[in-house]
């Protein structure tokens, strides 16, 4: 293209008139930002002159204009109109990490060591949640001692029934059907007396309000039982009952149910330790109401 009697200087093999000086000078910038990206490829350097240009006026190419600019590719960081920009900032920071909104919690339970109080939370929360009108029922475990030493454990019911769990054998197992943990016999059929009416107990479905079942706990000796387990993972599948329940630490071979109960979106787990047992109640019973919702 030739430039006209009233065009200023010639820029990226076109012209432009009436320019400030403002625009040159970022012009200017751009076409070295541009000779910079055509060198880096191999093509030889880049604007006014450059073989590859000289090739394509022979072909009988002609730049057209484009604001102040030839339709040469522009380099990157440079706006149509004669101004600059910064270069582009793509690639160099990560995308934002999406985020899943957190399952609203549907049951509670508590975990931590052996004689670390997780019982006795359980029985205050019982307490404040009953004191609140809120229909509870299920049962906790209760050591029973004689002479100082431990004997066992007995299931209790929040009514007051008891039965016993497990007792302190007397030696080596002889019989086919025994269940021990350590030197703990289960008494499964006494626990499955006592702690299966209250799981499958008809008036905690019997209307549309939420109720809260108490189960302390879920370990190795009450997963004996096939009946039992099936009632909690009814339980915890439904949608008409809370569980409050306690789950022991991870020890030993794992326990399915109590991994599955842990691994849940929807179960809000409680780590019960020395430092935080005499203070964490109220947010176990508040983590319980809003289940309730």
Not at 136 to 161: A, Q
Not at 186 to 192: K, Y
Not at 242 to 252: A, E, R
Request: aromatic share 6%; with cysteine; glycine share 12%.
């Amino acid at each position: 293209m030739h430039a006209s009697s009233e065009a200023g200087p010639t820029v990226f093999g076109g012209t432009y008139s009436r320019v400030s000086e403002r625009g040159v000078v970022a012009a200017q910038a751009c076409e070295k930002e541009r000779a910079a990206v055509h060198r880096k490829a191999g093509n030889g350097a880049a604007g006014l002159g450059s073989s590859r240009d000289g090739e394509r006026r022979e072909r009988g190419w002609q730049p057209k204009q484009r604001g102040l600019f030839s339709p040469l590719p522009r380099a990157r960081g440079c706006r149509e109109g004669g101004s600059a920009r910064a270069p582009a900032t793509a690639g160099r920071f990560p995308a934002a990490t999406r985020t899943e909104a957190p399952a609203m919690a549907k049951h509670v339970f508590l975990t931590g060591p052996p004689g670390i109080g997780k019982t006795t939370l359980i029985q205050k929360a019982t307490e404040v949640l009953k004191s609140s009108g809120i229909p509870i029922d299920g049962f906790y475990t209760e050591e029973v001692r004689e002479g100082g030493r431990r004997i066992g454990f007995d299931v209790v019911t929040l009514s007051g029934r008891r039965g016993i769990l497990s007792r302190v054998g007397s030696g080596p197992s002889t019989a086919r059907r025994e269940y021990r943990v350590g030197q703990y016999v289960v008494d499964l059929m006494s626990f499955e007396q006592l702690a299966l009416p209250l799981l499958r107990n008809p008036d905690l479905a019997s209307s549309t309000a939420k109720k809260v079942c108490i189960i302390d706990e879920i370990g190795k000796m009450e997963l004996f039982s096939q009946s039992f387990t099936q009632a909690v993972h009814q339980i915890l599948t439904g949608s008409g009952t809370v569980i409050l329940g306690t789950i022991p630490v991870p020890k030993g071979k794992p326990l399915g149910l109590v991994e599955e109960i842990r691994s849940r979106k929807e179960v809000k787990v409680f780590n019960i330790t020395k430092e935080n047992r005499d203070s964490i109640l109220q947010d176990i019973v508040a983590a319980v109401q809003s289940c309730l919702k």
